[in-house]
């Protein structure tokens, strides 16, 4: 969590929650100009909240548990994604993420941008008639 020019390492304990989503736990490892990297958990049955990241392209690998990612107009778009998978979501996209599995998940997630990390909104946009 350093600014520096140092080369560091940030250990689970080290890493602390923030940016809160309501159905979410997400753990800071790195926050400097541009890059925000962190530990994600979901339990499981739990939807998140609807949000979106502003002007920041999300990265995320899923380590453990599955993970849909619910988008689009009326939310009626999803992707699945599971242990190994990448997902990327680009800025703005409003979304909520869904562990419908009997585990936790648990991913690792990169931001590139600038401005507020997450914003939660009442949901996306409605489907046109």
């Keep these: 969590m350093s600014d520096s020019d140092d080369v560091t390492c940030v250990h689970p304990e080290d890493r602390r929650v923030t940016d ?12 400097v100009d541009g890059l925000w990297s962190g530990f994600v958990r979901t339990e499981p049955g739990v939807a ?21 990612i619910e988008f689009g107009p009326g939310g009626a778009q999803a992707l699945d994604a599971g242990p190994g998978d990448f997902v990327r979501i680009p800025r703005y996209v409003v979304h909520r993420e869904v ?31």
């Design 20 to 31: 809160p989503t309501p159905g979410k736990t997400r753990e800071q490892a790195i926050a």
């Design 48 to 68: 998140s909240g609807w949000h979106h990241h502003g002007d920041h392209d999300t990265s995320v690998y899923v380590i453990e548990g599955t993970v849909r």
């Design 99 to 129: 562990n419908s599995g009997s585990t936790t998940s648990q991913e690792v997630i990169t931001r590139s941008g600038t401005g507020p990390l997450t914003t939660n909104v009442e949901g996306p946009d409605p489907l046109d008639d």
